[in-house]
């Protein structure tokens, strides 16, 4: 039977595995090759994220896989197990290595490990713009007949190069391959290499490590404990035989080289890519200072890269209000229009509670949510201005003498900047920090830097409270209180739960670059989608949890007649004039809308824990609102906005911020922004805190102990900024 052609637009998509040491520009490029078209999951089994995209390339679909930023293949991470694992076992049709090109003796070391393991490998050379200004010229077809692989040059932040590269990737992909060329391979020497050969025959002479035998009988005599469990499953009969011969090979060339084979085999593989890189890279000008390497003079000075940091800050708060308020304005009009329209869809003056549902539930519950989202994208957009340029590695590293100071160094400071963003992906980057109580140390404190999740707390109440002039400045207290605090905590931890010296410091410092357009807003667009998913979920499910908490159980009977025969008083007055009798109804509808609040399951909630706040200035509506506010930080301002709606009686609407601020004073309104910052995290949170740190008693002393530092600290400043007289209207 002969075998049917399938037509290319039939096939299934390829599998292309993207890899490269972190601070390649791998990220840049799986945005700029998949764009939209991605979504972010976990590896099976483990937490590690796993980013998937798809790209269409004349009839060739190609399934995109962002493995984690590695060095080697050597198991010494979680990320480069998952990395190892997904390419021997996931068997990708393609696997595209990134290398900085400016940097390529450092880069080249993990592809010459993916030579090696003999997967289909195209090398993208990126930043090869960089090369060119650091004096570098790279002989890229040389470079692949040495590697005996197709290289390309990119500029991923440019998108020059990709069409090539997608080009080469078919090549390899192709249904009919050419013939297989002799495997390129790292010659270890007349002492390693016939024992390299034992062991590796000895392991393919069985099917399932015939594919890999010499890359299982190197990582076998490095050490390395995850090929050990591979072959503990793959060989189960005889993998003890398999172990104590590769002992007795290593113990005999460790004798004759006198230290480890690991750093022998390490030490060779160098050699390779130096004399690999002698035949390929030439000097093309004198070296001289690049263009970053100035730059960093300044920014990385001791003395002015500190307020460097602090003024880049304070400019992205600064911006986030001052833009974003006219967005949010037209936000908040449109939803009011919203509610306005869905409300004259029943009768004036009746009373329906799908009609409150509607709009003091949901368009004021999780419309007084969604209000906040310019001022959240804003922020995504600069944090990920900062990160993309480069800037976000010299602010670690900035921080770093700081942060020696405290116990840590700068690589703590990484998970705390991506904590603004959330605290969830922030706690689990502490992975990359080298000891456990480093880990510990960083992830108990992580709350206390300012979330996307706290930004409408914030967007709230201080346009509420505070003058144009002082919105900014107020948004930067706030969040450097929470810098100041996490370096004191942490300085506490490592002094008594946590002693011990702090790891050594290594941080890259990648070249600076101007973003792409496309590649900012991809990253603002992701963060921001968590942001609106959770609005359309979370939020939308507590806010019609909480309204009808808010409007049920109703006052009694004898209540509710009371408020009727006031009504029918008022109206047969002959010596009111019209406007007088309006006002006094809703006077009197606003009465009765307060005393249906306090009689409904959340005023009674509220009133209940009201005593135990009231010394912080706060009353029963906000007490409730903070109790909502343990499932999602963003519930404080859903529910503040049902608490002013349900009930309320006012023919011309008003502004949230604007009955906060007939109802409390700025003072009430710092000790609420102070008590969120503090207080303990969303349950996302500490459930992440449980996985990571390995027990629930790490999640709950993080959730006990913020909140007591933010009850203590709260009350402090409301009872001494009432002692000054601060706490009036």
């Known amino acids: 039977m ?35 078209r991605q979504h972010v999951g976990n590896y099976p089994g483990v937490t590690v994220e796993k980013k998937e995209g798809t790209v269409k390339f004349g009839d060739d679909v190609f399934t995109v896989v962002d493995l984690p930023g590695t060095y080697s293949l050597t198991a010494f991470s979680l990320e480069e197990i998952v990395a190892g694992n997904f390419l021997i076992d996931g068997k990708p049709d393609a696997v595209v290595d990134i290398v900085d090109a400016s940097n390529p003796e450092r880069n080249l070391y993990l592809a010459v490990q993916l030579m090696e393991l003999g997967a289909p490998v195209v090398l993208a050379l990126n930043m090869s713009d960089m090369a060119r200004e650091k004096g570098l010229s790279i002989d890229t077809k040389k470079l692949s007949a040495l590697l005996g692989m197709p290289v390309v040059a990119t500029v991923g932040h440019k998108g020059r190069g990709l069409e090539e590269l997608l080009k080469a990737v078919r090549t390899i992909c192709r249904d009919d391959p050419l013939p297989p060329k002799p495997a390129r391979r790292v010659d270890y020497g007349r002492e390693i290499e016939p024992h390299l050969d034992q062991l590796a025959a000895r392991l393919a002479v069985r099917p399932a490590c015939a594919g890999h035998a010499r890359w299982l009988a190197l990582k076998l005599l490095e ?6 469990n591979r072959i ?51 000097q093309t000008a004198e070296a001289r200072i690049s263009q970053s390497e100035r730059v960093d003079r300044i920014v990385l000075n001791r003395w002015l890269g500190l307020p460097i940091f602090a003024l880049l800050m304070f400019a992205t708060f600064f911006l986030t209000f001052t833009l974003g308020q006219p967005l949010m304005d037209g936000i908040e009009a449109g939803f009011g229009k919203l509610g306005e329209a869905v409300a004259a869809l029943w009768p004036a003056g009746g009373e329906s509670r799908l009609k409150s549902l509607l709009v003091d539930g949901i368009i004021g519950g999780v419309g007084g949510v969604l209000v906040f989202l310019p001022n959240i994208m804003l922020l995504f957009l600069a944090i990920a201005f900062l990160e993309d340029s480069g800037y976000m590695a010299r602010a670690a590293f900035v921080m770093d003498r700081l942060m020696h100071r405290i116990g840590l160094h700068g690589k703590s400071f990484i998970p705390l900047l991506i904590g603004f963003g959330c605290t969830v992906p922030a706690i689990m980057a502490t992975r990359t920090l080298e000891t456990r109580r480093d880990r510990l140390a960083t992830l108990l404190v992580l709350p206390l830097m300012s979330c996307s999740a706290r930004l409408p707390i914030y967007a709230l109440l201080i346009p509420a409270f505070f003058p144009p002039e002082w919105q900014g400045p107020m948004l930067w207290i706030v969040y450097a209180i929470g810098i100041a605090l996490a370096v004191a905590g942490v300085k506490l931890l490592r002094i008594t739960l946590f002693k011990g010296e702090s790891a050594p410091f290594v941080m890259e410092l990648p070249p600076y670059h101007l973003p792409t357009l496309r590649g900012l807003l991809v990253h603002m667009w992701e963060r921001s989608w968590m942001f609106l998913r959770k609005a359309g979920t979370v939020i939308l499910g507590i806010s019609i949890l909480l309204w009808a908490m808010s409007v049920w159980p109703k006052p009694g009977p004898e209540t509710m007649a009371k408020f009727e025969r ?34 409904s399951l959340i005023g009674r909630i509220g009133r209940g824990v009201a005593p135990a706040l009231a010394p912080l200035g706060f009353d029963w509506k906000i007490s409730t609102s903070l109790l909502g506010a343990l499932a999602a930080k963003e519930i404080f301002v859903a529910q503040m906005g049902i608490v002013y709606s349900v009930g309320q009686a006012d023919e011309e ?40 740190s390995g027990s629930w008693k790490w999640a709950l002393f993080q959730a006990g102990a913020l909140t007591a530092l933010a009850y203590t600290l709260t009350l402090a400043v409301f009872q001494a900024g009432s002692f000054l007289g601060w706490g009036t209207r």
């Open 223 to 228: 050490g390395d404990g995850d090929t050990a």
């Open 653 to 692: 609407s008003q502004s949230l911020r604007e009955k906060l601020r007939e109802n409390y004073s700025p003072l009430q309104g710092f000790c609420v922004m102070l008590f969120c910052l503090i207080s303990m995290p969303c349950m996302a949170t500490l459930t992440v805190v449980w996985r990571e």
């Open 2 to 36: 002969s075998a049917v052609a399938t037509p290319p637009s039939k096939r299934a998509a390829r599998v292309v595995a993207l890899a490269g040491n972190p601070n390649s520009g791998k990220t840049t490029i799986f945005n700029a090759l998949t764009g939209a």
């Open 566 to 599: 006031d009504r029918s008083a008022i109206e047969a007055r002959k010596d009111l004039s019209g406007e007088d009798r309006r006002a006094a109804l809703e006077k009197l509808e606003h009465e009765q809308g307060e005393a249906e609040l306090e009689q």
């Open 232 to 282: 503990r499953s793959l060989c189960p009969e005889d993998c003890g035989d398999i172990f104590r011969e590769t002992d007795k090979l290593r113990k005999h060339l460790e004798g004759v080289f006198g230290e480890e084979i690991g750093a022998v085999l390490t030490d060779r593989r160098y050699g390779f890519i130096a004399g690999a890189c002698a035949e390929v890279v030439s």
